[in-house]
C-alpha cells in the first residue's frame, strides 16, 4: 500500500522534463536527489540521470536505460524503456522545479514520520528516555542545511582516527622506498597526478609501480591509454626475467636467455594487469574498470595518461576543460572504490624554470588542485647537490628525479633521485622490496601501542 506523504504525479513530471530539454537537470538536480523518489523504479532513473549530468555525457533514453540495466539489472532495464515510452506522451512542462522540490518535501515527510513512529514505539516500550533523545535528536538533526556538521572534537576525533589508522589506510605503494617514507605510501581514496619530461621513462615508471605491488599481492591494473600492449610487455618480460631488452632485437638471445623468458611467462599472473583503452571513450572505460575493481578487487589503478583520452562531448578546442573533466571521471573512480589512483600526464617545460613543477602539468594545472599527491619525473641538467637521508650528496648530469611537488600528508618539495635501469629499460630501488607490513616502521606492536 502506498504511504501518505507519495506524490507519483509529481515524481513523474521531475523523470519527465528531461525529455524535452536536457539543460532543466542544471537547476533540477540541486533539488532533489535520488533517494527522494519513493518508487524504486523512478529512484534508478533519476540517479543515473544525475550520473550521467555529474560526468558531462551524452543523455538520451538509450543511455538512461543502459545506465539503469547497468545498475539494477536487465529486468529494470526494460522496465525503464517502458517508462520513458509513457513519459514521452506526457505533456511538456514549463516549469518542474516545483514538481522537484515536491518529490524533496514528501520524502522529508516520510523520513519524519519513521523517525516518530520509532520514538512512539520506544516510548511504548517504556524507553522513555531513549523516545525523548530520538525525538530531540531528530529536531537538532541538520538535514535542512545539507550537509555535515561536526564539533571541534568530532574533527579531533577524524584526525585521532586517520592517525590511528594510516596503515590501514595505506593501499599500496610506489615501491621506491624513499618515495614512500615521504608520502606514507598510497592511500585509500587518493589520486596522485604523476607528470614527466618525454623520454624521462613514464611508461616504464608506471610499469614498475603497478608490478611492484602485483608482487606484494595488491592487485593493481594498468589502463593504457597511449602503448600497444606489445610495447608494454618487451618492457615487463626484461624487467620480470631479467633478460637486457637489447638482446630482443635482432633475436640474439641465448638458450638461457630462452629459459629465462618462458621461465617469467609460465610464472605469470592470470588476472587484470593491463586494460587496452586506446581508441576507447572515457565514458565507456570508467564502468568497465569498476566493473574489474568490483570482480577483482583491484587496489590501484594507473591512467596512462589523461591527454591521449577520447570523450564522446565535443569540447572543440578548449582542450583544458577536456583534460579537467576526463581527470575528474578518473578521480572519481578512486573515491568510488577508496582505492588509490594515478593519472600520468604529459607536461611542458615552461620558460624561466630550470625545472617542471605542477604548474608544468600540460593543458590543465587545475587536475592538480583536487589531487593528493603531485609529482613530476625529469633529468638533471648539470650535477646539483641534493639531500638525502639527512645527507648532501652530488648527484651527476643526467640522474633521474621523482620531485614531489605536492603532499597533503607528507613532505612536499621533495627531490627524490631513483635508479634507472638501461639495460632493461626500467626503475629499479636498489633496497630490496620489503614485505606491505614491514613498511610501517612500528611492525608489529602498531595495534599495541595504541589505548
Known sequence: MTPHNVDREAELAVLSSWLFDTKVLDKLVTCCRAEDFYFPLHRAVW???????????????????????????????????????????????????????????????RRLVAELEKATALARAGSTGDAIAAVRQEIDRDHDLG???????????????????????????????????????????????VGAESNWGKTAWLEAVAH??????????????????????????????????????????????????????????????????????????CPAVEQLIRQYGIKLVIWDYVQDARTRKDYGVDLRKKVMDTAAAMRRVTQQFDIGGIIMSQITQQAGKQYPDKDSIRECRDICHAAEVVALGFRLKEETEIEVDNQKQQYPEGQPIFFIDKDKDGEPKRRVPIHWDPDHVTFRDPNPLPDFDELDPMAEDYDARWP
Open 47 to 109: 540517479a543515473t540521470l544525475t550520473t550521467l549530468h555529474r560526468d558531462n555525457q551524452a543523455i538520451d533514453t538509450t543511455a538512461v536505460a543502459r545506465g539503469v540495466s547497468a545498475a539494477k539489472g536487465q529486468q529494470a532495464g526494460a522496465d525503464c524503456i517502458a517508462l520513458l515510452l509513457e513519459l514521452s506522451d506526457h505533456p511538456a512542462i514549463a516549469d518542474a522545479e516545483p514538481h522537484a522540490r515536491r518529490v524533496h518535501d514528501c520524502a522529508e515527510a
Open 212 to 285: 611492484t605491488n602485483l608482487c606484494l599481492g595488491i592487485p593493481s591494473l594498468i589502463v593504457e591509454l597511449e602503448d600497444a600492449p606489445p610495447i608494454l610487455g618487451k618492457r615487463l618480460m626484461s624487467r620480470v626475467a631479467n633478460v637486457p631488452i637489447r638482446l630482443f632485437r635482432g633475436n640474439r638471445l641465448s638458450r638461457e636467455d630462452h629459459i629465462a623468458l618462458t621461465t617469467a611467462l609460465e610464472a605469470g599472473r592470470t588476472t587484470p594487469f593491463l586494460v587496452d583503452g586506446r581508441g576507447k571513450y572515457i565514458e565507456d572505460l
Open 147 to 193: 550537509v555535515k556538521v561536526l564539533s571541534e572534537r568530532d574533527v579531533l576525533q577524524e584526525g585521532y582516527n586517520a592517525i590511528r589508522n594510516w596503515k590501514r589506510n595505506r593501499v599500496a605503494i610506489t615501491g621506491f622506498s624513499r618515495v614512500d617514507d615521504i608520502t606514507g605510501g598510497i592511500q585509500g581514496g587518493h589520486t596522485w597526478v
